[in-house]
């Protein structure tokens, strides 16, 4: 195996950008050896790391899990895929925010499984709604964010809303928490991101 460092499919060679305002991706770099792989996802001097730490998360989903719409006002969240591949769909609900009502879809995750799908780590800031959707046996979504949960921070509009222009899929195939059937706005006023 070629132990010179490789980038994986990152956005810079798709020539993908953000199209949502404050949403930064961060390509990430591989360094492949015989043992596998080293891939450093964030330092704290990454300029767009700048909201800090808070709290390191791990959640591991099945094939045709859909999590979504959460947001939130005071917490920006950092995802990197580690295992698998997740679609990642992200929509801007800010009114004052001058790319309001766009939307991002991509596959976030192993470009061994998945050509299509990028090794990054994605900066979701407040106000932006997020979801995603398992299209592997299963996937590992670590996911830092700014603050420590906070329960009256946790934005949900449901999976299925109208107010989102997307579509998971066909409902009897999905995987769908109740909590992602609800409709909770938070209660801290939010920071303009």
Same mark, same amino acid.
């Given at each position: ?61 099945? /094939? ?25 769909? /992200? ?16 596959? /976030? ?82 920071? /303009?991101?």
């Amino acid at each position: 195996m070629d132990s010179k460092p490789t980038s994986t499919h990152g956005l810079t060679d798709r020539k993908m950008d953000s199209k949502i305002n404050g949403v930064e991706i961060k390509e990430l770099l591989t360094h492949p050896d015989d043992r596998g792989f080293f891939r450093e996802i964030i330092r704290e001097t990454d300029p767009f790391f700048a909201a800090g730490f808070g709290q390191w998360s791990h959640s591991k989903m099945s /094939l045709n899990t859909v999590k979504a719409w959460h947001f939130h006002h005071l917490q920006t969240d950092w995802w990197y895929l580690g295992l698998g591949v997740i679609t990642v769909a /992200l929509y801007d609900n800010r009114e004052e925010s001058p790319t309001f009502g766009e939307k991002m879809v991509f596959k /976030l995750g192993e470009t061994e499984l998945d050509p299509e799908a990028i090794s990054a780590v994605v900066k979701i800031p407040t106000g932006v709604l997020h979801g995603c959707k398992v299209l592997s046996p299963f996937a590992h979504l670590f996911y830092i964010t700014s603050h420590i949960y906070n329960p009256n921070d946790e934005g949900r509009l449901p999976f299925n809303t109208p107010e989102v222009p997307h579509n998971w899929g066909n409902e009897e195939d999905l995987i769908v928490s109740a909590k992602d059937r609800i409709t909770f706005i938070p209660t801290a006023e939010r920071i /303009l991101s």
